[in-house]
């Protein structure tokens, strides 16, 4: 069992900064490849950025290309997203979610994730 805790969310103005943790515990962080997810009201859960286990390969959607940064710390057991340039349409919940193994196929489906964290809400304003 894996118990995943993002934090970091918040209100800001489009062109602003958030910095996203996701903090997991529970088994060997080294046995998941992890990604970041986003809900916005009314649309479906959409796939934003992954990273392999040793931080090596890293995954965008084209959305945030760019603009978001995903990293981990292993030591620390964290995973973090940095957002820069925001947009009101990033507006959404960022979940974090992990998989074992490395493998990157399907990487952006979300199906193909085993435990997810609450979500943090990030809200931009125009």
């Known amino acids: 069992q894996v118990q995943l805790g993002e934090s970091g969310g918040g209100l800001v103005q489009a062109g602003d900064s958030l910095r996203l943790s996701c903090a997991a515990s529970g088994q060997p962080f080294t046995w998941y490849f992890m990604a970041w997810f986003r809900q916005a009201p009314g649309r479906e859960r959409e796939f934003v950025a992954a990273?392999?286990?040793?931080?090596?390969?890293?995954y965008y959607s084209d959305s945030v290309k760019g603009r978001f940064t995903i990293s981990r710390d292993n030591a620390k057991n964290t995973v973090f997203l940095q957002l820069n340039s925001l947009k009101p349409e990033d507006t959404a919940v960022y979940y974090c979610?992990?998989?074992?193994?490395?493998?990157?196929?399907?990487?952006?489906?979300?199906?193909?994730?085993?435990?997810w964290g609450q979500g943090t809400q990030v809200t931009v304003s125009s």
């Open positions: 979610a992990v998989r074992y193994g490395d493998s990157i196929g399907n990487y952006y489906s979300q199906r193909s994730y085993v435990y």
């Open positions: 990273i392999s286990i040793n931080g090596d390969r890293t």
